[in-house]
């Protein structure tokens, strides 16, 4: 019988796929794929959406190899000891330094808002909320995604619809014409990732008493977010035009400013912050709890919780590293994670160790 605490539902892994994809990708990667794919952006949200979906897919298929295992456990049987030791190193130095600069650029969001508080008495905050939800077990975090996940779909259609007084179609036509296939290509990058970093499911498909639903709940849950970053985009060239939101940081929220019906609603970019700071709070979560419970597992510890301790303050640490903006918001994914954890950690190890696995169990 498993311990307390540690059962997922597919229910649960939907929500978690579904919640973790959405509020950072709607923040960082809808200007940058602008400023590559201009008035034909939302398509390549929807070509990430197949990028992100099949890497997802890849991953469920190599848990499924090992339902009783984790990552840090099998990827050791696959590759040996020594390389697959090395293989899970490098996925908790990015699991560390994601989650640091993820709570960088929620600092940085809420430096706008509150721009006398010090960053770190912010991110002292937020790592207290995730530390203290990581500490409950991986259950907890996803019944907070259950509850979570509708409400910020609902928020997110809700914007769209009072938006829709500002909707331009010119922006957009000709839809299919002359639609050069490399900046589609290149505009897919940015958004895949981020939503292809749901393949933290690699740590938690063991959570699951069946892991077999768990695979299509995981597919759907990221596609249905890239749908929805997809939809936002398009939402935000109607609005601002192709190019103007290139220029800017953070277009969903300028989207949000800008709504305004028959005078009375206006002033609602409080719900995007609610929105936003949910999602991440998921995100950090997950991710945080996958870095302390595999480093847990690593170091043979007897009770995973013990690393909470040690983990927190180098997250903390590398929160503070950025010295601007720049450093976090863009630098970071643009030369980190779209240079290395999307083509190495998202989609070549994942569906490598998932051949290489499938092809030892036919064997044995």
């Known amino acids: 019988m498993r311990p307390a605490k540690t059962q997922l539902s597919a229910n649960q892994i939907f929500w978690l796929m579904t919640t973790m994809a959405v509020g950072v990708a709607l923040l960082l990667t809808i200007g940058q794929t602008i400023a590559i794919s201009h008035k034909n952006a ?24 090992y339902p009783n295992q984790s990552f840090v456990e099998y990827s050791q049987l696959i590759l040996g000891k020594w390389l697959g030791s090395f ?16 709570m960088r650029e929620l600092t940085n969001r809420m430096n706008l808002i509150m721009p006398h508080t010090p960053s770190w008495v912010i991110i002292a905050g937020i790592l207290a909320v995730v530390v203290y939800a990581v500490s409950q077990g991986i259950e907890v975090i996803g019944r907070c995604a259950e509850f979570i996940g509708p409400l910020i779909i609902f928020i997110v259609f809700l914007t769209l619809l009072l938006s829709l007084n500002n909707w331009r179609t010119e922006y957009i036509l000709p839809v299919f014409k002359d639609i050069p296939l490399m900046p589609l290509l290149k505009g897919a990058l940015p958004p895949a990732a981020i939503i292809g970093q749901n393949v933290i499911l690699i740590m938690l498909i063991k959570f699951m008493p069946n892991p077999k639903p768990g695979i299509s709940a995981a597919v759907i849950g990221t596609f249905v977010a890239s749908l929805l970053v997809a939809l936002t985009t398009l939402f935000v060239i109607t609005t601002f035009g192709p190019h103007m939101p290139a220029k800017m940081w953070y277009p969903y929220f300028e989207i949000i400013r800008v709504i305004s019906v028959v005078d009375f609603i206006q002033n609602v970019d409080v719900i995007f912050v609610v929105v936003w700071l949910a999602s991440v709070f998921i995100r950090l979560s997950v991710i945080f709890f996958a870095a302390c419970y595999g480093m847990g597992q690593f170091l043979k510890l007897k009770n995973w919780k013990n690393i909470l301790w040690f983990n927190a303050p180098i997250v903390f640490i590398i929160a503070l590293l950025p010295r601007n903006i720049m450093e976090s918001d863009y630098y970071y994914p643009k030369y980190f ?6 083509p190495i950690l ?19």
């Open 87 to 102: 293989v899970v190193l490098i996925y908790f130095a990015q699991w560390y330094s994601v989650t640091g600069v993820i």
């Open 346 to 364: 998202i989609l070549g190890i994942p569906s490598l160790l998932w051949i290489i696995g499938t092809l030892r169990t036919k064997k044995s």
């Open 42 to 65: 939302w398509i390549s949200m929807l070509i990430c959406g197949g990028i992100c979906a099949w890497a997802v897919y890849a991953a469920a298929k190599l848990s499924q190899l």
């Open 337 to 342: 994670t779209e240079m290395f954890t999307l």
